[in-house]
């Protein structure tokens, strides 16, 4: 079964920086493609795409955050890392590590829609004051 855990989550001033964890367990990487999405309270029920990374560590980011968040996968560790430089109060959400198996279906595009992946964490809070 997957299994994806995030941490790394906390509350932070703005500019500030994070970074988030995702360790993963119950599939091969190597056919997998990873995200992170995050939900803010009270601005709706669907997750946005913020940064998706394909088993080849081809990256996709949303244009809000281009430019101040990084996401890799260090295969190694069987952990995806999402780092947040700059951080402004409306980054702050809870943050998901999602992933799905790779297909004709998984491009650069889909890695953002939380429609196209198949597994979820369970989330951590990221907090930015002002």
């Known amino acids: 079964e997957v299994q994806l855990v995030e941490s790394g989550g906390g509350s932070v001033q703005a ?7 995702c360790a993963h367990s119950g599939f091969n990487p190597n056919f997998y493609s990873m995200g992170w999405f995050r939900l803010a309270p009270g601005k709706g029920k669907e997750r946005e795409g913020v940064a998706g990374v ?11 955050v281009k430019g101040r968040f990084t996401a890799f996968r260090d295969s190694a560790n069987n952990t995806m890392y999402l780092q947040m430089n700059s951080l402004k109060p409306e980054d702050s959400a809870i943050y998901y590590c999602a992933a799905t198996p790779e297909g004709p279906n998984v491009n650069s595009a889909a890695r953002l829609n939380p429609h196209f992946m198949d597994s979820w964490g369970k989330g951590t809070l990221v907090t930015v004051s002002s």
């Open 15 to 21: 500019g500030g920086s994070l970074r988030l964890s």
């Open 54 to 64: 394909s088993s080849d560590d081809i990256t996709d980011y949303a244009e809000s």
